[in-house]
């Protein structure tokens, strides 16, 4: 065994040997080789001799893209506009504005770009493109123009989605914001949407609230001066008398019928004439009747309910005027009225018509002082007449009426000397003394003279002894 071990050591060591020298001569030879790839590497490579004569080869040159003048664009534009192609105008348009940027007619280019979306419909574009110039280019003439068209067009959006009182309240105050004053004539249209649809939210509810009402009154005063139109007129004017305010009405009503379309002078003179009648003022009512005769407009259905319920003759609006259609105006039993109201001097012809128009008022509940009166001037018609009975049966009613009323000696003495024209001397004599009792001397002298009256004339009846 150790023999064998040793044996194995030795041809070991003669391995390693033998290695090592062919190691050492390996290394001789592959040195140089080794350093000559690294030094390789490094060294500039010699430029390979082309394949072709450069100086007979020639190389393609990329053309310049040609970009069109600003006044092709603008000339274009407008042809394509004056043809009707109104979006082929927008695309030249947007062309021209992204390729000068700079150009003087930018500004122009880009209203014009607004107003033509806007007549195309395009709305949303219309609005941004107006909003877009009026910030580029706020010393421009156009940019106020640009700023209220920009806010109308999103009040129209906004109109269709939100509140319509809280919208049209934003409107007007942006509107007031604006440099410059806006023409009274643009304002039409968009005042006019807005009150439509704030007239619709307020109709849904019936009764109307006060709060709201006040709201809607609000938005009037925001108006401009002189832009309200006649509907927000008639309106405030129909709210307002639902709250029983008939004289803050009125003024709202009579704007309405001053300024409004038919259908508007319709319904504001039927509101004018229940304004007038609820407050009782007889003449107002009167001098309304009159310009409903004359510019009577359609009567709908729900017109016609409400005249209904006014004390106007049978037939008055409905068309039939029988004999009086084709009358001049003052020759209607109500300018006959009003004319004598007004202090003018009575045609003695027209005493009939008078008689008619207060009997027919004073078939309606009225107010006491306001019945008393019109008592008063039907008993004079009366007397005026020569229907003497007719006239103390009115002052016999005055008088049971009002005995205690500071009127009682006028009725009193009126009654006497209505029955004297029906020969009751006695029932006369009777009420003249009954006068003597007052507290008023004035009215005591009068009896006095009333009955020495009645003495002289039955002396002068009696036969000459």
């Not at 350093?35 to 490094?42: E, Q, S």
């Not at 310049?64 to 600003?70: G, H, L, T």
Request: net charge neutral.
């Amino acid at each position: 065994m150790g023999l064998g071990v040793w044996m194995l050591l030795i041809c070991w060591g003669l391995t390693a040997t033998a290695s090592g020298a062919w190691a050492n001569d390996q290394s001789h030879e592959r040195g140089p080789l080794v350093l000559a790839k690294k030094f390789n590497k490094w060294r500039p490579k010699k430029a390979r001799k082309p394949s072709y004569d450069p100086e007979t080869v020639t190389v393609p040159q990329s053309k310049p893209v040609a970009v069109e003048d600003p006044e092709s664009f603008l000339s274009r534009a407008r042809e394509q506009e004056k043809q009707g192609d109104i979006v082929l105008c927008l695309q030249t348009l947007s062309k021209f504005i992204n390729v000068y940027p700079c150009h003087p007619e930018r500004a122009a280019a880009l209203f014009r770009m607004a107003r033509l979306a806007q007549k195309n419909r395009q709305q949303d574009r219309a609005l941004n493109t107006y909003a877009l110039a009026a910030s580029l280019y706020p010393q421009d003439p156009m940019a106020a123009e640009a700023r209220w068209q920009a806010n109308t067009l999103g009040f129209y959006q906004d109109l269709k989605e939100s509140d319509p009182l809280a919208t049209f309240k934003s409107y007007l105050q942006k509107n007031a914001t604006l440099t410059g004053s806006v023409d009274a004539a643009k304002l039409q249209e968009p005042l006019l949407r807005g009150w439509q649809e704030v007239e619709r939210a307020v109709r849904k509810k019936s009764p109307c609230p006060v709060n709201l009402v006040e709201e809607v009154l609000d938005l009037w005063e925001l108006q401009p001066q002189g832009t309200q139109p006649p509907e927000a007129a008639l309106l405030i004017g129909e709210l307002l008398q639902e709250k029983g305010l008939y004289c803050e009405a009125r003024g709202y009503l009579q704007q309405a019928r001053d300024q409004g379309s038919a259908a508007v002078r319709t319904q504001a003179l039927v509101g004018l004439l229940e304004a007038s009648w609820n407050t009782r003022d007889l003449y107002d009512f009167a001098v309304t009747w009159m310009q409903w005769r004359r510019n009577q407009g359609e009567v709908t259905p729900v017109i016609q309910a409400r005249l209904e319920k006014l004390p106007l003759p049978q037939g008055f609006f409905s068309g039939d005027s029988g004999k009086d259609e084709g009358k001049k105006p003052d020759e209607d039993p109500v300018a006959v009225l009003l004319n004598w109201w007004s202090g003018k001097s009575l045609d003695p012809s027209r005493l009939p018509a008078l008689i008619q128009c207060l009997g027919h008022f004073l078939r309606r509940p009225l107010p006491g002082a306001m019945k008393e009166r019109l008592e008063q001037q039907l008993a004079q018609l009366q007397w005026s007449q020569g229907d003497y009975a007719q006239a103390t049966k009115i002052y016999k009613e005055l008088l049971a009426a009002h005995r205690q009323n500071e009127n009682s000696e006028f009725y009193q003495d009126r009654l006497a000397l209505s029955q004297l024209q029906e020969k009751h001397q006695e029932a006369a004599a009777e009420l003249f003394q009954g006068m003597g009792q007052a507290k008023d001397h004035l009215w005591q002298l009068l009896s006095r003279t009333r009955l020495a009256d009645l003495e002289l004339a039955r002396m002068q009846m009696e036969p000459v002894q």
